[in-house]
């Protein structure tokens, strides 16, 4: 099991470099939230940002989402999915499956990792700013 000293470790090089390769968040667009909730997708390659936000993008306060009530707060106030990873998890768990995060999608935000253990991932939600 990883420390908590380590996962921040972790993300702290997500961060830069998500930052020197310029990463955004992932965005679902409709036909995507309605095939990764129908199984047509299985894997979503969700960028691993850390604590850093692109130019040009918001995170989004989970308090005022239904997500099932799975959401756990974070060192920015703003909440963030708690998601396994693995694929061994079971439905009512802490960390939600994958067909939980499926149904907990929107589309038109953006999805990125904000930190990562070893067997589970808070994925923060994210808009685009307006201009």
Known sequence: MMS???????????????????????????????????????????????????NGWNRVDLSDWD????YMGDADGFGALFVDKQGWGAPGEAAMTREEFAQAVRPGY??????EGQFQVKVGVFEKAKA
């Open 4 to 54: 908590l000293s380590t996962i921040h470790e972790l993300s702290r090089e997500a961060a830069e470099q998500a930052a020197e390769e310029g990463r955004v968040p992932f965005v679902f667009e409709k036909q995507d939230v309605e095939d990764f909730q129908a199984g047509r997708i299985d894997n979503i390659n969700i960028p691993n940002l850390g604590d850093h936000l692109p």
């Open 67 to 70: 997500q099932h009530g799975i």
């Open 110 to 115: 953006g999805y990125a990792m904000v930190e």
